[in-house]
């Protein structure tokens, strides 16, 4: 932590320095949301026991800068210690105090003089340190010297105890010289036993091999020609299968949406029961006067009723960015509940408006299969090794048949500007959650 411009020439030792960000970090916790400093709104909301190690860069720097943050965490200082407090004040230093609290408190609360109550502390803390370190040396060297004595005395019993076994080796290895010498005379008979044996195996074998050649030659083209004619079926088949199944999906889907958007379309241009005659619907209009009916406007991406009118479309398909809605709407709980939450919820949507959702979960980094119980109605898919979520989110959308309706929610940018590209619908994931909350 830098303090130019207000009295110190360098940094506050680490020590004051840690203790300065915990006393800010414990205070933070505290402050009511309003008076929160906005570079430390979401260091705020982290757990206690993280908030002084992951945002300590930024919450130094906020002391130094922010006058206002820096005199709330002095106040708690002279709170919890008032006795330490009023003599800072008055411009001494407790002889018993720590020094690391002393200049922290200092810091903090700049009391007259305080630049030199830190650079007190901090000479106090060096030659501590000093201190410690010349303890340290010392029984590093004491502890060296007892091991040296005590490896003296073992290498002195190790020598005796080597030269008692090169002796017993000395004598074993003379009879082993005899052995070696008789097992070398069997080994060359053995040897010469076995060339001969080797020569009629050999012409054995060149006389097989002559005999059987032509024939695994011929077996071996056979069966490559087998496999590569069984590759070729079975390609045929998974491509006719895949085309097929494909196609008909497309086709169904799409016929569903127009069935539905003909029924729509035929239920909005019903006339009403009242005109019996085109006429009369001149004379009405003259009668009511000569208004013209405005448009609705086109709705903004954050508008509350955006979502409500694309679940209204026949036939949509609404897919969802499973841990982009998770963490805006409920980031502080573990993925496995986060994602039993977003089911939970979806069930009552889907029970309401009877449309097709599909939720991608980004799967490369988990080591094995995750069981999620999806309600009816529900497809939940995890994007397999090596891909991500916003990929197959655009895999989904490309599979789709063009004139169906398709909502994305997402509030990744990218990810918006691209299905925007393929036709699809982009909604934002604080839309979705706010309407699961109606539901």
Avoid: C
């Avoid at 320095?17 to 916790?29: K, T, W, Y």
């Avoid at 290498?155 to 070398?184: F, G, P, T, Y």
């Avoid at 006719?240 to 497309?250: F, K, L, N, Q, T």
Wanted: aromatic content about 2%; charged content about 30%; hydrophobic content about 45%.
């Amino acid at each position: 932590m830098s303090s130019a411009g207000e009295g110190l020439s360098r940094p506050l030792p680490e020590q004051v320095r840690l203790n300065v960000v915990d006393l800010a970090a414990q205070v933070l916790g505290s402050m009511p949301a309003a008076l929160v400093p906005p570079p430390l709104r979401n260091i705020a909301k982290f757990d206690p026991r993280k908030r002084a190690k992951l945002g300590s860069a930024p919450i130094a720097a906020q002391l130094e800068n922010d006058k206002e943050f820096r005199e709330a965490v002095a106040e708690a200082v002279e709170k919890g210690w008032p006795e330490l407090a009023a003599s800072l004040a008055e411009g001494t230093v407790p002889p018993a105090a720590d020094p690391v609290v002393v200049a922290a408190a200092a810091y903090l609360m700049r009391p007259p003089g305080w630049p030199d109550m830190v650079e007190a502390a901090r000479a106090d803390l060096e030659q501590v340190a000093a201190a410690a370190e010349g303890n340290a040396q010392e029984q590093t060297v004491t502890r060296l010297r007892e091991q040296l004595a005590a490896q003296k005395s073992s290498s002195k019993e190790e020598i005796e105890r080597v030269r008692e076994q090169l002796k017993a080796a000395r004598a074993e290895n003379a009879d082993l010289r005899r052995k070696l010498h008789d097992a070398r005379e069997r080994a060359k008979a053995a040897d010469h036993r076995a060339t001969e044996l080797d020569h009629e195996a050999h012409a054995a074998l060149e006389s097989k091999a002559a005999a059987s050649g032509a024939l695994e030659a011929e077996l071996r083209r056979l069966k490559e020609r087998l496999a590569d004619v069984e590759r070729q079926l079975e390609a045929s088949r998974r491509a006719a299968r895949e085309g097929r199944s494909i196609e008909d999906a497309r086709i169904r889907v799409l016929l569903d949406a127009l069935q539905d958007a003909s029924a729509g379309l035929r239920r909005e241009l019903a006339l009403p029961t009242t005109i019996h005659r085109p006429a009369d619907s001149v004379v009405g209009a003259s009668a009511e006067g000569s208004g013209v009916r405005v448009p609705a406007r086109a709705l903004a991406d954050d508008d509350p009723q955006l979502l409500d009118q694309i679940l209204a479309l026949p036939q949509v398909h609404l897919i969802i960015d499973g841990y982009n809605v998770t963490k805006t709407g409920y980031g502080t709980l573990t993925l496995a509940d986060q994602r039993a939450r977003l089911m939970t919820a979806l069930a009552g949507l889907v029970a309401q408006t009877r449309i097709e959702v599909t939720v991608v979960f980004d799967g490369a980094e988990l080591n094995s299969h995750v069981a999620v119980n999806a309600p009816r109605g529900v497809r939940v898919i995890f994007s397999p090794h090596g891909q991500i979520a916003d990929d197959m989110i655009r895999q989904l959308v490309r599979a789709e048949p063009a004139g169906r309706a398709v909502a994305v929610v997402s509030s990744d940018r990218e990810v918006a500007d691209s299905v925007r590209k393929m036709s699809a619908r982009p909604v934002s994931s604080a839309l979705l959650l706010r309407r699961l909350g109606r539901a």
